[in-house]
C-alpha cells in the first residue's frame, strides 16, 4: 500500500515530442506528490509538484496530470529537448510527514 | 554556494571495514537526510533528522548509524560493510520537515564493497 509504481523504465523521444510518464498509487492517504529530475552524477532536484485539489499543474514545458479516483498522475513534457535527458522520479507522501515513498525511476533520452 | 557536500565521492570497501559518509549543507537548513538509491529501487530513506540531536529510522537503517553533529552535518556509519550496501548514497536538506518543501541533494557518494 505504500508503494509507487512508475512507468515506463526507461523512454526515448525525438527532440520537439512529448515525453510522458506515469505513476500510479494505492494510499489514498496520500497528499502531495513531487516530481524529481535527476542528471548523471548528480542528486536529484525538485522539478515541480502538486497536491490532489487541483486535476493539473503547469509549469514552462512541464506539466502534471492527476487523477484521484484512478490514484495515477503523470509527467507531461512538451517539445521536448536533448537537454531534458535524465532519469525522473515521481514519489509520494503524505504533507505532514517527512517521507518521500519513490519510484523507480524513468530514464529519458531525447534524440536530437 | 556549495549547497549540500558529500564526501567521499567514491569509494571502495572490503566485507567487514567500517566508514563514515560526511555531509554538510550551508543553507542554513534544520532537516537533513541520508538516502540510498539502488537500480530500479529509486531512492529510500535510510535516516531523517529534524533538527540537531534528533534522528529518525527511515525505510532501511539497518545496518547503518548516523550523527547530526550540528545544524550543518549529517554523518552515516557503516560499522561492518556487506556487499549489500553497495550503493549510491545520498544526503539531503530541507528548510523544515514536511515534504513539501524541497529536498535539495548532494551529488551522492558511491560505494562498492566487495
Known amino acids: 500500500q505504500q508503494q509507487v509504481k512508475q512507468s515506463p523504465q526507461s523512454l526515448i523521444v525525438q527532440k520537439g515530442g512529448i515525453s510522458i510518464i506515469n505513476c500510479a498509487y494505492e494510499?489514498?492517504?496520500?497528499?502531495?506528490f513531487p516530481w524529481y529530475q535527476q542528471f548523471p552524477g548528480k542528486g536529484p532536484a525538485l522539478l515541480i509538484a502538486i497536491r490532489p485539489d487541483v486535476s493539473e499543474k503547469k509549469e514552462g514545458r512541464f506539466t502534471i496530470s492527476f487523477n484521484k479516483s484512478a490514484k495515477q498522475f503523470s509527467l507531461h513534457i512538451m517539445d521536448s529537448q536533448p537537454g531534458d535527458s535524465a532519469t525522473y522520479f515521481c514519489a509520494a507522501s503524505i504533507n505532514s510527514n517527512y517521507q518521500l515513498i519513490w519510484g523507480a525511476g524513468t530514464k529519458l533520452i531525447i534524440k536530437p | 554556494n556549495a549547497g549540500v557536500t558529500q564526501t567521499p565521492k567514491f569509494q571502495v570497501l572490503k566485507t567487514g571495514q567500517s566508514m563514515t559518509l560526511q555531509c554538510a549543507q550551508d543553507?542554513?537548513?534544520?532537516?537533513m537526510y541520508w538516502y540510498r538509491q539502488d537500480p530500479g529501487m529509486g531512492l529510500r530513506l535510510i535516516y531523517y533528522s529534524a533538527s540537531e540531536g534528533t534522528t529518525d529510522k527511515g525505510e532501511v537503517p539497518n545496518g547503518y548509524n548516523v550523527s547530526r553533529l550540528n545544524k550543518r552535518e549529517f554523518s552515516l556509519r557503516l560499522e561492518s560493510a556487506a556487499p549489500s550496501q553497495t550503493s549510491v548514497y545520498f544526503c539531503?536538506?530541507?528548510?523544515?520537515?514536511?515534504?513539501?518543501?524541497?529536498?535539495?541533494f548532494g551529488d551522492g557518494t558511491r560505494l562498492s564493497i566487495l
Open positions: 543553507m542554513n537548513h534544520n532537516s
Open positions: 494510499n489514498t492517504a496520500f497528499d502531495y
Open positions: 539531503a536538506s530541507s528548510d523544515g520537515g514536511r515534504v513539501d518543501q524541497p529536498q535539495h
